[in-house]
């Protein structure tokens, strides 16, 4: 399983991009913006032992860009190492960092420093919210596959309250009327399964079987859609990939389809009534109501140099892909028209890990 530099600077230095033909057009220095709402926070994982997780940011009219934004409002705080995830609760935004074991509290229009979460956690990778309460996944012990849980964290003091013990692996986690449902991807072994959990009773209350290695959630139109990587070839005992979709009353799968032997999706994104993934450099779209899987891309990010999609977004029909690049110096970020045409770039910080539209 691969984990998804706070650079100290001169006043006057300038983070650079590339924005249509201009690189300067849109980009501002390292002081602070004022609000930093009606755009996307591009949360950039950094490197896994070191503290340089970091937050950059993009106006909607993608007039705005600029890097270390956490950094630029908070100059004596360190975000922290190897940023999994954020949250929005609220008018806050909680950043979960995985290998600092902590999550730092922020404000999301300003990202003013507001608290930091250091106990409780193990290993924490991501989080959502139900019933006035935080849950984050946890892995606990990577080589422990008997310690993995959900943390449940108080809103009003920010401590962790409660733990839910979970299988091995929990990845991904979204809520839907005051439910949990978490996609167990597995640690270093391999998952398959989706936990149910009741926010009440803080207990699981369902298990649902889906494809190896889910990935990605989406819930629309009452139904929770899972996507399923499947085992990789080179783990030598490669699955197939699946994507899965599960009514979420009756907490069961009414439909899946397979994809063929060796093409490992990732990324599942809902907007529009469509439904979109990627699988290695290329993006694909299909009806929401679709019984089968698309037969090409939508198009391919090959052109940018991108041989993976690391994160992926789509909104206001334009669609945000991260590329990792190294998975070392700094990564890009491209946006594309809905139909796939390149309209702008950025280079961001090291390994962007997710788009969080504020």
């Not at 004022?34 to 937050?55: K, R």
């Not at 950059?56 to 890097?67: E, I, M, R, Y």
């Not at 994507?243 to 389809?257: A, C, G, Y």
Request: hydrophobic share 40%.
């Amino acid at each position: 399983m691969i984990f998804k530099r706070v650079f100290m600077i001169a006043a006057v230095a300038v983070f650079f991009a590339s924005c249509s033909d201009d690189d300067d057009n849109g980009i501002v220095d390292n002081l602070p913006l004022g609000a930093y709402d009606n755009g996307v926070l591009i949360l950039n994982q950094g490197n896994f032992g070191q503290d340089n997780s970091s937050i950059s940011f993009l106006s909607n009219d993608f007039a705005t860009f600029q890097n270390n934004s956490f950094l630029a409002v908070n100059p004596t705080k360190v975000l922290g190492n190897t940023g999994q995830d954020i949250g929005f609760y609220n008018d806050l935004a909680f950043v979960v960092l995985n290998a600092s074991n902590k999550i730092e509290i922020i404000n999301r229009f300003t990202l003013e420093y507001v608290a930091t979460i250091d106990s409780g956690l193990d290993n924490p990778r991501f989080i959502a919210f139900a019933n006035g309460k935080g849950y984050i996944t946890n892995w606990g012990d990577a080589g422990v596959t008997t310690d993995d849980y959900v943390a449940v964290l108080n809103l009003t003091d920010y401590l962790v309250s409660a733990s839910i013990s979970v299988v091995e692996g929990p990845e991904r986690i979204i809520e839907n009327n005051g439910k949990l449902y978490v996609a167990h991807q597995g640690g270093y072994g391999y998952g398959n399964t989706i936990s149910v959990i009741n926010s009440t009773s803080n207990t699981v209350t369902n298990t649902i079987t889906v494809g190896d290695v889910p990935n990605s959630l989406q819930i629309e139109n009452g139904s929770l859609y899972v996507m399923s990587g499947g085992r990789a070839a080179w783990t030598g005992i490669e699955t197939i990939g699946k994507l899965s979709k599960i009514n979420l009353e009756t907490e069961s799968v009414t439909s899946s389809i397979d994809f063929a032997v060796g093409n490992h999706a990732s990324n599942l994104y809902i907007a529009d009534n469509s439904i979109f993934y990627t699988q290695d450099s290329d993006v694909f779209k299909m009806s929401l109501t679709a019984s089968s899987l698309p037969t090409t891309s939508l198009f391919s990010t090959v052109g940018q140099g991108v041989y993976g999609v690391y994160s992926f977004a789509v909104e206001n029909n334009k669609i945000y892909v991260g590329d990792a690049a190294d998975y070392n110096s700094n990564g890009k970020v491209y946006i594309y028209t809905n139909t796939g045409t390149l309209e702008n770039e950025y280079t961001v910080g090291v390994i962007p890990a997710g788009f969080y539209f504020n």
